[in-house]
Protein backbone atom coordinates (compact mmCIF):
# COMPACT_ATOMS: atom_id res chain seq x y z
CA UNK A 1 0.00 0.00 0.00
CA UNK A 2 2.65 2.42 1.40
CA UNK A 3 4.30 2.09 -2.01
CA UNK A 4 1.94 2.87 -4.00
CA UNK A 5 1.41 6.08 -1.61
CA UNK A 6 4.78 7.26 -1.33
CA UNK A 7 6.94 7.36 -5.32
CA UNK A 8 9.18 4.27 -4.95
CA UNK A 9 11.29 3.84 -8.00
CA UNK A 10 9.62 0.69 -10.09
CA UNK A 11 11.99 -1.88 -9.62
CA UNK A 12 12.45 -1.27 -6.27
CA UNK A 13 8.39 -1.34 -5.45
CA UNK A 14 8.82 -4.28 -7.75
CA UNK A 15 10.73 -6.43 -5.70
CA UNK A 16 8.89 -5.95 -2.84
CA UNK A 17 5.62 -6.77 -4.01
CA UNK A 18 7.58 -10.03 -5.30
CA UNK A 19 8.78 -10.52 -1.85
CA UNK A 20 5.95 -10.08 0.17
CA UNK A 21 4.31 -13.11 -1.50
CA UNK A 22 6.61 -15.51 -0.12
CA UNK A 23 5.26 -16.97 2.95
CA UNK A 24 6.29 -15.41 6.15
CA UNK A 25 7.21 -12.29 4.93
CA UNK A 26 5.33 -9.00 5.30
CA UNK A 27 5.76 -5.82 3.76
CA UNK A 28 8.51 -4.61 5.96
CA UNK A 29 10.46 -7.52 5.80
CA UNK A 30 10.05 -7.70 2.11
CA UNK A 31 11.33 -3.38 2.57
CA UNK A 32 14.21 -4.99 4.32
CA UNK A 33 15.55 -7.30 2.43
CA UNK A 34 15.11 -5.63 -0.94
CA UNK A 35 16.96 -2.43 0.32
CA UNK A 36 19.63 -4.80 1.37
CA UNK A 37 20.30 -6.25 -2.13
CA UNK A 38 20.56 -2.68 -2.81
CA UNK A 39 23.79 -1.89 -1.26
CA UNK A 40 24.89 -5.51 -1.99
CA UNK A 41 27.53 -6.30 -4.79
CA UNK A 42 26.41 -7.03 -8.27
CA UNK A 43 27.97 -10.45 -7.88
CA UNK A 44 26.12 -11.63 -4.48
CA UNK A 45 22.69 -10.41 -5.93
CA UNK A 46 23.39 -12.14 -9.70
CA UNK A 47 24.38 -15.29 -7.43
CA UNK A 48 20.79 -15.11 -5.95
CA UNK A 49 19.01 -14.45 -9.18
CA UNK A 50 20.18 -17.47 -11.43
CA UNK A 51 19.90 -19.95 -8.20
CA UNK A 52 16.67 -18.67 -8.09
CA UNK A 53 16.06 -18.93 -12.13
CA UNK A 54 18.03 -22.32 -11.43
CA UNK A 55 15.60 -23.45 -9.39
CA UNK A 56 12.64 -24.04 -11.95
CA UNK A 57 15.06 -24.18 -15.07
CA UNK A 58 17.63 -27.15 -13.81
CA UNK A 59 15.42 -28.98 -11.79
CA UNK A 60 13.06 -31.91 -13.01
CA UNK A 61 11.51 -35.35 -11.30
CA UNK A 62 13.52 -38.19 -11.70
CA UNK A 63 12.05 -40.61 -13.77
CA UNK A 64 12.38 -43.57 -11.23
CA UNK A 65 11.78 -42.37 -7.87
CA UNK A 66 10.12 -38.70 -8.87
CA UNK A 67 12.14 -37.12 -5.97
CA UNK A 68 13.19 -33.67 -7.24
CA UNK A 69 16.26 -34.15 -9.38
CA UNK A 70 18.97 -31.60 -11.40
CA UNK A 71 20.03 -34.85 -13.44
CA UNK A 72 17.89 -37.75 -14.26
CA UNK A 73 17.75 -40.36 -12.57
CA UNK A 74 18.68 -38.61 -9.78
CA UNK A 75 21.95 -39.11 -7.71
CA UNK A 76 19.95 -41.82 -5.57
CA UNK A 77 18.81 -43.72 -8.31
CA UNK A 78 22.44 -43.49 -10.11
CA UNK A 79 24.00 -45.01 -6.67
CA UNK A 80 25.23 -48.49 -7.56
CA UNK A 81 26.35 -48.69 -4.06
CA UNK A 82 22.49 -48.40 -2.72
CA UNK A 83 20.20 -51.77 -2.57
CA UNK A 84 17.94 -51.95 -5.18
CA UNK A 85 15.67 -54.53 -3.62
CA UNK A 86 14.66 -51.94 -0.96
CA UNK A 87 12.13 -49.25 -2.39
CA UNK A 88 10.85 -46.30 1.01
CA UNK A 89 7.61 -44.97 -0.08
CA UNK A 90 7.48 -40.95 1.21
CA UNK A 91 4.51 -38.54 0.59
CA UNK A 92 6.88 -35.57 -0.62
CA UNK A 93 10.41 -35.25 -1.64
CA UNK A 94 11.24 -33.49 1.13
CA UNK A 95 10.64 -36.55 3.49
CA UNK A 96 13.61 -37.81 2.11
CA UNK A 97 15.68 -35.64 4.15
CA UNK A 98 15.30 -36.95 6.97
CA UNK A 99 15.54 -40.26 6.37
CA UNK A 100 18.40 -39.78 4.63
CA UNK A 101 20.10 -37.74 7.40
CA UNK A 102 20.06 -41.09 9.51
CA UNK A 103 22.42 -42.94 7.56
CA UNK A 104 20.27 -46.12 8.54
CA UNK A 105 19.00 -46.33 5.45
CA UNK A 106 20.73 -47.43 1.95
CA UNK A 107 17.77 -48.73 -0.51
CA UNK A 108 15.73 -46.66 -2.91
CA UNK A 109 12.74 -44.28 -2.37
CA UNK A 110 9.62 -43.76 -4.55
CA UNK A 111 7.96 -39.78 -3.77
CA UNK A 112 3.98 -40.59 -4.41
CA UNK A 113 3.76 -36.39 -4.07
CA UNK A 114 0.78 -36.18 -1.55
CA UNK A 115 -1.16 -38.35 0.34
CA UNK A 116 -4.92 -40.08 -0.48
CA UNK A 117 -7.33 -37.12 0.71
CA UNK A 118 -11.13 -38.30 -0.23
CA UNK A 119 -12.21 -35.09 1.09
CA UNK A 120 -10.18 -33.21 -0.90
CA UNK A 121 -11.24 -35.56 -3.87
CA UNK A 122 -7.75 -37.07 -3.87
CA UNK A 123 -7.46 -40.52 -4.14
CA UNK A 124 -4.70 -42.37 -5.95
CA UNK A 125 -5.04 -41.90 -9.33
CA UNK A 126 -3.82 -38.11 -8.65
CA UNK A 127 -0.70 -39.88 -6.56
CA UNK A 128 2.31 -41.45 -8.15
CA UNK A 129 1.10 -44.92 -7.67
CA UNK A 130 1.21 -46.26 -11.10
CA UNK A 131 4.73 -45.47 -11.46
CA UNK A 132 5.58 -46.78 -8.45
CA UNK A 133 3.58 -50.31 -9.71
CA UNK A 134 5.07 -50.13 -13.11
CA UNK A 135 8.36 -50.22 -10.73
CA UNK A 136 7.42 -53.30 -9.16
CA UNK A 137 7.55 -55.43 -12.23
CA UNK A 138 11.07 -56.28 -12.65
CA UNK A 139 10.91 -58.56 -9.90
CA UNK A 140 13.81 -57.24 -8.13
CA UNK A 141 12.01 -55.35 -5.25
CA UNK A 142 11.62 -57.14 -2.23
CA UNK A 143 10.46 -54.75 0.39
CA UNK A 144 8.28 -52.08 0.28
CA UNK A 145 8.78 -49.72 3.30
CA UNK A 146 6.16 -47.25 3.83
CA UNK A 147 6.51 -43.87 5.49
CA UNK A 148 3.66 -42.14 4.85
CA UNK A 149 3.24 -39.36 7.90
CA UNK A 150 1.70 -40.91 10.77
CA UNK A 151 -2.18 -39.51 10.83
CA UNK A 152 -5.51 -40.18 9.19
CA UNK A 153 -4.40 -39.95 5.59
CA UNK A 154 -0.95 -41.18 5.74
CA UNK A 155 -2.30 -44.28 7.68
CA UNK A 156 -5.25 -44.63 5.16
CA UNK A 157 -2.30 -44.13 2.07
CA UNK A 158 -0.37 -47.17 3.61
CA UNK A 159 -3.39 -49.54 4.08
CA UNK A 160 -3.87 -48.79 0.64
CA UNK A 161 -0.85 -49.23 -0.71
CA UNK A 162 -0.83 -52.57 1.24
CA UNK A 163 -3.51 -53.35 -0.31
CA UNK A 164 -2.11 -53.05 -3.44
CA UNK A 165 1.08 -54.37 -2.87
CA UNK A 166 0.94 -57.28 -0.14
CA UNK A 167 -1.01 -59.97 -3.60
CA UNK A 168 2.53 -59.01 -5.60
CA UNK A 169 4.60 -61.09 -2.80
CA UNK A 170 6.33 -58.39 -1.58
CA UNK A 171 7.13 -57.78 1.71
CA UNK A 172 5.27 -54.49 2.83
CA UNK A 173 6.83 -52.84 6.25
CA UNK A 174 5.77 -49.57 8.27
CA UNK A 175 7.81 -47.33 9.81
CA UNK A 176 7.29 -48.03 13.57
CA UNK A 177 4.99 -45.49 15.33
CA UNK A 178 4.64 -44.31 18.74
CA UNK A 179 6.65 -42.29 21.55
CA UNK A 180 8.83 -39.55 20.01
CA UNK A 181 12.42 -39.14 21.02
CA UNK A 182 12.51 -35.94 23.30
CA UNK A 183 8.77 -36.35 24.49
CA UNK A 184 7.15 -36.74 27.52
CA UNK A 185 4.97 -39.73 27.92
CA UNK A 186 2.30 -37.55 29.72
CA UNK A 187 1.49 -35.41 26.60
CA UNK A 188 1.00 -38.76 24.37
CA UNK A 189 -2.41 -39.38 22.95
CA UNK A 190 -4.43 -42.76 23.22
CA UNK A 191 -3.40 -43.81 19.64
CA UNK A 192 0.48 -43.26 19.94
CA UNK A 193 0.55 -45.15 23.06
CA UNK A 194 -1.75 -47.99 21.72
CA UNK A 195 0.81 -48.10 18.87
CA UNK A 196 4.04 -47.73 21.25
CA UNK A 197 2.33 -50.93 23.48
CA UNK A 198 1.51 -52.88 20.62
CA UNK A 199 5.07 -52.24 19.00
CA UNK A 200 7.22 -52.36 22.02
CA UNK A 201 10.58 -54.50 21.92
CA UNK A 202 12.83 -56.46 24.09
CA UNK A 203 15.87 -54.53 25.41
CA UNK B 1 -23.23 -14.17 24.16
CA UNK B 2 -20.67 -13.11 24.32
CA UNK B 3 -17.59 -15.82 25.36
CA UNK B 4 -15.00 -15.68 28.31
CA UNK B 5 -10.96 -15.21 26.90
CA UNK B 6 -10.47 -18.80 27.54
CA UNK B 7 -13.16 -21.33 27.25
CA UNK B 8 -13.59 -25.29 27.24
CA UNK B 9 -15.61 -27.52 24.87
CA UNK B 10 -15.70 -31.12 23.47
CA UNK B 11 -15.53 -31.19 20.18
CA UNK B 12 -15.10 -33.83 16.90
CA UNK B 13 -12.69 -32.60 14.69
CA UNK B 14 -14.04 -33.21 11.01
CA UNK B 15 -11.59 -31.17 8.76
CA UNK B 16 -8.27 -29.77 8.49
CA UNK B 17 -5.75 -27.87 6.47
CA UNK B 18 -1.85 -27.33 6.90
CA UNK B 19 -0.75 -24.02 8.43
CA UNK B 20 2.35 -22.01 7.94
CA UNK B 21 5.19 -24.49 9.27
CA UNK B 22 3.87 -26.71 11.23
CA UNK B 23 0.79 -25.58 12.49
CA UNK B 24 -2.98 -26.75 11.15
CA UNK B 25 -6.57 -25.17 10.81
CA UNK B 26 -8.82 -27.69 12.50
CA UNK B 27 -12.67 -27.53 11.80
CA UNK B 28 -14.80 -28.55 15.28
CA UNK B 29 -17.83 -30.02 15.81
CA UNK B 30 -18.79 -28.94 19.37
CA UNK B 31 -22.56 -29.41 21.22
CA UNK B 32 -22.07 -25.84 22.49
CA UNK B 33 -20.73 -23.71 19.31
CA UNK B 34 -21.67 -25.91 16.63
CA UNK B 35 -18.98 -25.87 13.79
CA UNK B 36 -16.05 -23.73 14.58
CA UNK B 37 -12.54 -23.02 12.64
CA UNK B 38 -10.19 -23.53 15.69
CA UNK B 39 -5.81 -23.06 14.74
CA UNK B 40 -3.61 -26.25 16.56
CA UNK B 41 -0.12 -25.10 16.80
CA UNK B 42 2.73 -26.96 16.11
CA UNK B 43 0.42 -29.96 15.58
CA UNK B 44 2.74 -31.49 12.66
CA UNK B 45 5.59 -31.55 14.98
CA UNK B 46 6.22 -35.32 16.51
CA UNK B 47 6.47 -33.78 19.46
CA UNK B 48 3.71 -31.71 19.75
CA UNK B 49 1.53 -31.98 23.12
CA UNK B 50 -1.60 -32.05 21.03
CA UNK B 51 -0.63 -34.21 18.04
CA UNK B 52 -2.93 -37.06 18.38
CA UNK B 53 -5.43 -35.54 20.76
CA UNK B 54 -6.81 -33.39 17.27
CA UNK B 55 -6.25 -35.78 14.75
CA UNK B 56 -9.12 -36.20 12.14
CA UNK B 57 -12.46 -38.23 13.44
CA UNK B 58 -11.40 -37.92 17.53
CA UNK B 59 -14.01 -37.08 19.98
CA UNK B 60 -11.81 -34.60 22.47
CA UNK B 61 -12.00 -32.23 25.25
CA UNK B 62 -10.45 -28.92 24.36
CA UNK B 63 -9.80 -25.97 26.05
CA UNK B 64 -9.74 -22.63 23.36
CA UNK B 65 -8.46 -18.82 23.87
CA UNK B 66 -9.71 -16.33 22.16
CA UNK B 67 -7.68 -14.95 18.95
CA UNK B 68 -8.23 -11.75 17.11
CA UNK B 69 -9.47 -13.95 13.90
CA UNK B 70 -9.59 -17.74 15.13
CA UNK B 71 -9.30 -19.33 18.10
CA UNK B 72 -6.35 -21.50 19.33
CA UNK B 73 -6.42 -24.44 20.90
CA UNK B 74 -4.35 -24.43 24.10
CA UNK B 75 -4.76 -27.87 25.42
CA UNK B 76 -6.79 -31.17 24.59
CA UNK B 77 -7.37 -34.28 25.88
CA UNK B 78 -8.89 -37.25 24.07
CA UNK B 79 -12.33 -38.97 24.93
CA UNK B 80 -12.63 -41.05 22.07
CA UNK B 81 -10.05 -41.58 19.68
CA UNK B 82 -12.09 -44.23 17.43
CA UNK B 83 -9.05 -46.39 17.38
CA UNK B 84 -10.93 -49.09 15.63
CA UNK B 85 -12.06 -46.45 12.65
CA UNK B 86 -8.20 -45.63 12.37
CA UNK B 87 -7.18 -48.86 11.79
CA UNK B 88 -9.41 -49.89 8.68
CA UNK B 89 -8.91 -48.30 5.52
CA UNK B 90 -13.22 -48.70 4.82
CA UNK B 91 -14.56 -47.43 8.22
CA UNK B 92 -11.83 -44.39 7.55
CA UNK B 93 -13.15 -43.76 4.00
CA UNK B 94 -16.73 -43.80 5.56
CA UNK B 95 -15.92 -41.51 8.79
CA UNK B 96 -14.49 -39.16 6.76
CA UNK B 97 -18.16 -39.25 4.50
CA UNK B 98 -19.43 -38.51 7.56
CA UNK B 99 -17.20 -35.40 7.95
CA UNK B 100 -17.58 -33.97 5.48
CA UNK B 101 -21.22 -34.23 4.92
CA UNK B 102 -21.54 -32.74 8.36
CA UNK B 103 -19.19 -29.74 7.19
CA UNK B 104 -21.57 -29.30 3.94
CA UNK B 105 -24.78 -28.98 5.87
CA UNK B 106 -23.58 -26.68 8.64
CA UNK B 107 -22.94 -23.08 9.16
CA UNK B 108 -20.15 -22.06 11.44
CA UNK B 109 -21.17 -21.38 15.06
CA UNK B 110 -24.65 -22.44 15.66
CA UNK B 111 -25.62 -24.02 18.23
CA UNK B 112 -26.91 -27.57 17.66
CA UNK B 113 -26.78 -30.39 20.34
CA UNK B 114 -28.92 -32.79 18.66
CA UNK B 115 -26.71 -32.70 15.60
CA UNK B 116 -23.50 -33.52 17.92
CA UNK B 117 -25.00 -36.29 19.14
CA UNK B 118 -26.04 -37.38 15.83
CA UNK B 119 -22.52 -37.70 14.74
CA UNK B 120 -21.08 -38.89 17.67
CA UNK B 121 -23.43 -41.71 18.00
CA UNK B 122 -22.91 -42.20 13.73
CA UNK B 123 -19.05 -43.06 14.68
CA UNK B 124 -19.80 -44.88 17.49
CA UNK B 125 -21.84 -47.13 15.60
CA UNK B 126 -19.50 -47.43 12.27
CA UNK B 127 -16.81 -48.25 14.75
CA UNK B 128 -18.93 -51.40 16.19
CA UNK B 129 -20.88 -52.40 13.07
CA UNK B 130 -20.32 -55.06 11.03
CA UNK B 131 -22.52 -53.40 8.11
CA UNK B 132 -20.61 -49.63 7.66
CA UNK B 133 -23.10 -48.75 4.61
CA UNK B 134 -26.36 -49.32 6.81
CA UNK B 135 -24.28 -46.51 9.44
CA UNK B 136 -23.92 -44.33 6.51
CA UNK B 137 -27.93 -44.72 5.43
CA UNK B 138 -29.01 -44.40 8.62
CA UNK B 139 -27.05 -41.20 9.28
CA UNK B 140 -27.53 -39.31 6.01
CA UNK B 141 -31.61 -40.16 6.41
CA UNK B 142 -31.89 -38.75 10.52
CA UNK B 143 -29.08 -35.77 9.13
CA UNK B 144 -32.11 -34.57 6.53
CA UNK B 145 -34.85 -35.00 8.75
CA UNK B 146 -32.93 -33.17 11.84
CA UNK B 147 -32.40 -30.69 9.29
CA UNK B 148 -35.23 -29.99 7.88
CA UNK B 149 -35.21 -32.35 4.77
CA UNK B 150 -37.38 -35.21 6.16
CA UNK B 151 -38.10 -36.93 2.68
CA UNK B 152 -42.10 -37.58 2.64
CA UNK B 153 -42.16 -41.27 2.05
CA UNK B 154 -46.29 -41.84 3.16
CA UNK B 155 -47.81 -40.36 0.48
CA UNK B 156 -46.97 -39.04 -2.94
CA UNK B 157 -46.10 -35.39 -2.79
CA UNK B 158 -47.57 -33.91 -5.92
CA UNK B 159 -51.52 -35.78 -5.51
CA UNK B 160 -51.36 -36.31 -1.86
CA UNK B 161 -52.78 -39.96 -2.15
CA UNK B 162 -51.11 -42.86 -0.44
CA UNK B 163 -48.39 -44.66 -1.97
CA UNK B 164 -49.57 -47.76 -3.53
CA UNK B 165 -47.89 -50.73 -2.48
CA UNK B 166 -46.03 -50.74 -5.94
CA UNK B 167 -42.68 -49.13 -7.50
CA UNK B 168 -42.89 -45.45 -7.43
CA UNK B 169 -40.82 -42.74 -8.15
CA UNK B 170 -38.24 -40.76 -5.76
CA UNK B 171 -37.74 -37.12 -6.62
CA UNK B 172 -34.99 -35.22 -4.45
CA UNK B 173 -37.07 -31.79 -5.94
CA UNK B 174 -40.05 -32.91 -4.81
CA UNK B 175 -38.64 -33.86 -1.59
CA UNK B 176 -40.00 -37.21 -1.49
CA UNK B 177 -41.71 -40.46 -3.23
CA UNK B 178 -44.35 -39.73 -6.42
CA UNK B 179 -46.93 -42.13 -6.82
CA UNK B 180 -46.65 -44.19 -10.21
CA UNK B 181 -49.10 -41.90 -11.71
CA UNK B 182 -47.37 -38.48 -11.29
CA UNK B 183 -44.08 -39.82 -11.09
CA UNK B 184 -44.11 -40.85 -14.19
CA UNK B 185 -44.36 -37.37 -16.41
CA UNK B 186 -41.53 -36.14 -13.80
CA UNK B 187 -37.81 -36.19 -15.94
CA UNK B 188 -36.42 -35.84 -13.15
CA UNK B 189 -37.79 -38.63 -10.47
CA UNK B 190 -36.06 -42.33 -10.59
CA UNK B 191 -37.81 -45.74 -9.90
CA UNK B 192 -37.75 -46.57 -6.24
CA UNK B 193 -38.60 -50.12 -5.22
CA UNK B 194 -41.22 -51.16 -3.01
CA UNK B 195 -38.72 -53.00 -0.64
CA UNK B 196 -36.26 -49.68 -0.77
CA UNK B 197 -39.07 -47.41 0.00
CA UNK B 198 -40.34 -49.92 2.91
CA UNK B 199 -36.67 -49.95 4.34
CA UNK B 200 -36.28 -46.18 4.21
CA UNK B 201 -39.71 -45.84 5.87
CA UNK B 202 -38.37 -48.58 8.99
CA UNK B 203 -35.10 -46.39 9.12
CA UNK B 204 -36.53 -43.28 9.49
CA UNK B 205 -38.60 -44.03 12.64
CA UNK B 206 -36.38 -46.84 14.38
CA UNK B 207 -32.84 -46.81 16.35
CA UNK B 208 -30.12 -48.61 14.72
CA UNK B 209 -30.38 -51.90 16.95
CA UNK B 210 -33.57 -52.33 14.57
CA UNK B 211 -32.69 -50.52 11.54
CA UNK B 212 -29.51 -53.70 11.70
CA UNK B 213 -32.08 -56.43 12.11
CA UNK B 214 -33.79 -55.98 8.27
CA UNK B 215 -32.10 -58.06 5.15
CA UNK B 216 -30.45 -55.89 2.79
CA UNK B 217 -29.53 -57.25 -0.42
CA UNK B 218 -26.38 -56.08 -2.24
CA UNK B 219 -29.05 -54.54 -5.15
CA UNK B 220 -31.01 -53.08 -2.62
CA UNK B 221 -27.94 -51.78 -0.52
CA UNK B 222 -27.14 -49.97 -4.05
CA UNK B 223 -30.19 -48.95 -4.79
CA UNK B 224 -30.54 -47.08 -1.32
CA UNK B 225 -27.46 -45.10 -1.91
CA UNK B 226 -28.33 -44.11 -4.80
CA UNK B 227 -31.64 -42.48 -3.90
CA UNK B 228 -29.89 -40.99 -1.25
CA UNK B 229 -26.66 -39.59 -2.93
CA UNK B 230 -29.29 -38.20 -5.65
CA UNK B 231 -31.17 -36.60 -3.12
CA UNK B 232 -28.08 -35.03 -0.84
CA UNK B 233 -26.69 -33.58 -4.16
CA UNK B 234 -29.70 -31.99 -4.95
CA UNK B 235 -29.75 -29.99 -1.89
CA UNK B 236 -26.17 -29.22 -1.35
CA UNK B 237 -26.01 -28.69 -5.37
CA UNK B 238 -22.73 -30.39 -5.67
CA UNK B 239 -21.26 -34.26 -5.07
CA UNK B 240 -19.14 -34.66 -2.09
CA UNK B 241 -15.85 -35.63 -3.12
CA UNK B 242 -15.05 -38.44 -0.62
CA UNK B 243 -18.30 -40.47 -2.58
CA UNK B 244 -15.41 -40.93 -6.07
CA UNK B 245 -13.01 -42.55 -3.11
CA UNK B 246 -15.65 -44.41 -1.65
CA UNK B 247 -16.77 -45.92 -5.45
CA UNK B 248 -13.49 -47.00 -6.14
CA UNK B 249 -12.57 -48.71 -3.29
CA UNK B 250 -16.12 -50.83 -3.68
CA UNK B 251 -15.07 -51.10 -7.20
CA UNK B 252 -11.40 -52.78 -6.59
CA UNK B 253 -12.71 -55.28 -3.91
CA UNK B 254 -15.11 -56.59 -6.48
CA UNK B 255 -12.50 -56.74 -8.71
CA UNK B 256 -10.16 -58.41 -6.20
Known sequence: MSTNLIPTAEPIAKLIEEFSKLPGIGPKSAQRLTYYLLRASTNEVSALADAIRNLKERLTLCSSCLNITDSDPCAICRDEERDRTKICIVEEPIDIIPLERTKKYTGLYHVLHGVIAPTDGIGPDELKVKELLARLNDGLVTEIILANNPNLEGEATAMYLQRLIAPLGIRVTRLARGLPYGGDLEYADDVTISRALEGRQEI | ?256
Open chain 2, 1 to 256: MTLPRVYQTEAIIIKRIKLGEADRILTLYTPELGKLKAVAKGTRRPQSKLGGHVELLTHSRLMLARGRNLDIITQAQTINNFLIIKDDLELISRGLYIAELVDAFTGERIEDRRLFDLVLDALKQLSQASDCELVLRYFELHLLDHLGYRPQLQRCTECNLPLKPETNFFSPNHGGVLCHNCGFHEPAARPISLNALKVLRLWQNCDYANARRVKISPELAVELEQVMRENIKYLLEKQLKSTAWLDKLKREIQQA
